[in-house]
């Protein structure tokens, strides 16, 4: 699987350590990294489709300090999608306002129906892009139905129900923003944890420090603003468990990569 890593916080931070510690795991998530540097005014995506440590760009990236409000960040194992750029994380667009939105994610949907148009619309093949697509289309449906923006709590209450539903026998742990909202969800147990620290809240597949770092709340959506949370969605108990199943189904997907 992958490991994702994701930032909210008050004040610019510097995350030059953690994002280190991060990208040295790609000794065994070895087919991309990506990074995305977010604000309300856009945001800077860069990736590339080989080992994180293998990359001279990225070594000569975090030479230089990053220090950003919020931001996400991605090492993938391939599991769905061939090992090439279009398949690496994260992704981003615009809905039909123009708010830009920005995913990472890690897990395998093994069955979701509303999901298979996409494969023809999409730029690559994974998973983790057509969930993305669906959530922007799901968004854009709702603010035409509504006839304007949504407002945060309108478009929290429509994710909720889309992770709720999603979430069912899929693993689904992501992060997503719109520069200004940090949003969370894992469905499988000790497979996110969050620090929180000088006004910030870091997210991470495993612990990236050895400071107090805890386990996510799962089988919920939480939302967190300038560092903090402010709303938590319903539990829906779609606990993800592995099963001898699911893994030989990711066994014959990845054996036709």
Same mark, same amino acid.
Request: charged share 25%; with cysteine.
């Given at each position: 699987?992958?490991?994702?890593?994701? %930032?909210?916080? =008050?004040? +610019?931070?510097?995350?030059?350590?953690? =994002?280190?510690?991060?990208?040295?795991?790609?000794?065994?998530?070895?087919?991309?990294?990506? =990074?995305?540097?977010?604000?309300?005014?856009g945001?800077?995506?860069?990736?590339?489709?080989?080992?994180?440590s293998d990359?001279?760009? %990225?070594?000569?990236?975090?030479?230089?300090?990053?220090?950003?409000?919020?931001?996400?960040?991605?090492?993938?194992?391939?599991?769905?999608?061939?090992v090439?750029?279009k398949?690496?994380?994260?992704?981003?667009?615009? !809905?039909?306002?123009?708010?830009?939105?920005?995913?990472?994610?890690?897990?395998?949907?093994?069955?979701?129906?509303?999901? $298979?148009?996409?494969?023809?619309?999409q730029?690559? !093949?994974?998973?983790?892009?057509?969930?993305?697509?669906?959530?922007? +289309?799901? =968004? $854009?449906?709702?603010?035409?139905?509504?006839?304007?923006?949504?407002?945060?709590?309108?478009?929290?209450? &429509?994710? !909720?129900?889309?992770?709720?539903?999603?979430?069912? +026998?899929?693993?689904?742990? &992501?992060?997503?923003?719109?520069?200004?909202? %940090?949003?969370?969800?894992?469905?499988?147990?000790?497979?996110?944890?969050? &620090?929180?620290? !000088?006004?910030?809240? &870091?997210?991470?597949?495993?612990?990236?420090?050895?400071?107090?770092?805890?386990?996510?709340?799962?089988?919920? %959506?939480?939302?967190?603003?300038?560092?903090?949370?402010?709303?938590?969605?319903?539990?829906?108990?779609? *606990?993800?468990? *592995?099963s001898?199943?699911?893994?030989?189904?990711?066994?014959?997907?990845?054996?036709?990569?």
């Amino acid at each position: 699987m992958c490991e994702i890593f994701g %930032l909210s916080s =008050l004040n +610019d931070f510097k995350v030059n350590g953690y =994002l280190k510690t991060f990208y040295s795991h790609s000794k065994n998530h070895p087919h991309g990294w990506g =990074l995305a540097c977010i604000s309300r005014e856009g945001a800077l995506i860069e990736k590339e489709s080989i080992r994180a440590s293998d990359s001279n760009y %990225l070594k000569e990236r975090l030479s230089q300090p990053v220090s950003e409000k919020i931001l996400l960040a991605h090492i993938r194992y391939a599991t769905i999608g061939n090992v090439e750029y279009k398949n690496c994380h994260p992704f981003t667009g615009k !809905d039909n306002t123009g708010r830009r939105w920005t995913l990472v994610h890690n897990g395998t949907i093994f069955d979701f129906p509303p999901l $298979n148009p996409y494969i023809q619309k999409q730029m690559g !093949d994974t998973d983790s892009e057509r969930i993305f697509l669906y959530l922007i +289309d799901r =968004l $854009n449906e709702a603010q035409n139905k509504k006839g304007s923006k949504l407002l945060f709590e309108e478009r929290f209450e &429509l994710f !909720d129900k889309i992770v709720c539903d999603m979430s069912r +026998d899929n693993k689904l742990n &992501l992060l997503f923003s719109d520069g200004k909202y %940090l949003y969370a969800h894992t469905n499988c147990r000790g497979t996110l944890y969050y &620090l929180t620290k !000088d006004n910030a809240t &870091l997210i991470a597949t495993v612990p990236l420090s050895n400071e107090e770092w805890q386990p996510m709340p799962f089988t919920r %959506l939480l939302s967190y603003y300038k560092g903090k949370p402010v709303k938590t969605g319903t539990n829906h108990e779609n *606990e993800y468990f *592995e099963s001898e199943e699911s893994m030989k189904l990711l066994y014959s997907i990845f054996a036709n990569l």
